[in-house]
């Protein structure tokens, strides 16, 4: 027998998410925790140009040296080429385990930037600060980093936490529409598999002609990183509950790669994906109103008929996604509002015709 020794790390790792209404002077207090007078600012473009002065100037009193990165609009700002500039710049400027990386953007720029904090020096400390509603409600939250490669989305990345997540709602004065309506999808989500009041706050946010005024929003952002919060807290690394997250997302990741991913948004491939899914899970003998969705449907305007692939090409995709295990498609369903569970596809008759239901509601 071999001699065994053990070792038991202390990898956890506890980090606050702060939220309101401008937030700098938190974070001008915050930033005097960490002992360099460097930092590096990965920020997205579009944000850099309409927000430069104002790091600049609130981080500045800090920082004497800020090296701010421009992250390239959009998803393919997640690719290896970008990592590797930012790597470049990164050690070129003279990076220490002790320089702080403000990741400052939507999710393209928070998991690029996570992916670089979490690799160069082998870690340094990471600060997201989310400027998107799926943002500050999804992507700042539970350490997933990473870019893409040509196999696929997010295939290259790792678990790596922040320091701290500071979510303004002031940054979203200037989202544009269609940005408001894909991160609403992922609090829709909160609602199905966790709390269906949200459903109704997002309703009443559309009645009063709020849907696009961050001020609004906070509570309901506030409640929905706290459940995914809770989740992450959980199962860290994916090996249970977090998987719940994922409630409508395998039919989302085949709608997003048959539009190549640029036909489709993430938001809108998830809420296509949520509606397959509630009729998956009726169909297994849940009773959910469909309503629950589809009064939402108005902030969706795509169509499904540039898909070809006909329910069952589309059922077939789903054995490729990077979560499915063992070749068998794993869904995640709900056996009521609010409670999901999940569901091991043995019989791929049921997940075609909820693919038929999905394709007919937005023919
Ligand atoms: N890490 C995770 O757990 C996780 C979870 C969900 C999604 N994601 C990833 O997140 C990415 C999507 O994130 P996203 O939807 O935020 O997209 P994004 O980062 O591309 O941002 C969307 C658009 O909004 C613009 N923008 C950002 N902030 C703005 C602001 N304040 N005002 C005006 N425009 C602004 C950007 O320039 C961009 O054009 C995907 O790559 C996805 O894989 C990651």
Do not use: C
Not at 172 to 182: C, F, G, H, R
């Amino acid at each position: 027998m071999s001699d065994l020794i053990s070792v038991q790390t202390s990898t956890e790792k506890k980090y606050k998410l702060h939220f309101g209404f401008d937030l700098s002077e938190e974070l001008e207090r915050y930033v005097h925790s960490y002992s360099s007078d460097k930092a590096f600012l990965m920020v997205d473009a579009f944000v850099l140009e309409h927000h430069r002065a104002h790091f600049e100037s609130v981080l500045g009193k800090k920082f004497s040296e800020l090296h701010i990165f421009e992250v390239p609009r959009g998803e393919k700002a997640k690719s290896f080429s970008v990592y590797q500039k930012a790597v470049d710049f990164v050690l070129d400027k003279g990076v220490e385990r002790s320089t702080p990386l403000f990741a400052i953007g939507g999710g393209v720029t928070g998991d690029l930037a996570g992916f670089v904090a979490a690799t160069v020096l082998r870690g340094i400390p990471l600060i997201h600060i989310p400027t998107t509603l799926l943002a500050m409600v999804d992507s700042s939250i539970g350490g997933k980093t990473g870019i893409n490669h040509t196999v696929g989305k997010n295939l290259v990345g790792s678990f790596y936490q922040p320091d701290a997540v500071f979510a303004d709602v002031k940054y979203l004065e200037t989202l544009a529409e269609k940005e408001w309506v894909n991160g609403t999808s992922e609090v829709l989500k909160y609602g199905m598999i966790h709390s269906p009041e949200i459903l109704e706050q997002v309703k009443s946010l559309l009645d009063n002609n709020e849907f696009n005024i961050g001020k609004a929003w906070l509570p309901l952002i506030q409640e929905s990183a706290q459940i995914k919060a809770n989740v992450v807290e959980e199962d860290t690394l994916e090996a249970g509950k977090r998987a719940f997250l994922n409630f409508g997302h395998t039919f989302a990741h085949v709608i997003e790669r048959e539009g190549a991913y640029n036909e489709y948004s993430h938001g809108e491939a998830v809420y296509a994906g949520m509606i397959a899914a509630v009729y998956a899970s009726n169909m297994l003998g849940a009773e959910i109103e469909l309503s629950n969705l589809l009064q939402f449907k108005s902030l969706y305007t795509f169509s499904l008929n540039k898909i070809s692939s006909d329910a069952e090409q589309l059922t077939l995709q789903m054995r490729s996604d990077k979560k499915v295990k063992d070749e068998q498609i794993q869904l995640i369903l709900l056996k009521k509002m609010g409670s999901p569970y999940v569901y091991k596809v043995s019989d791929t008759e049921f997940v075609e015709q909820s693919w038929n239901h999905a394709l007919k509601i937005f023919e």
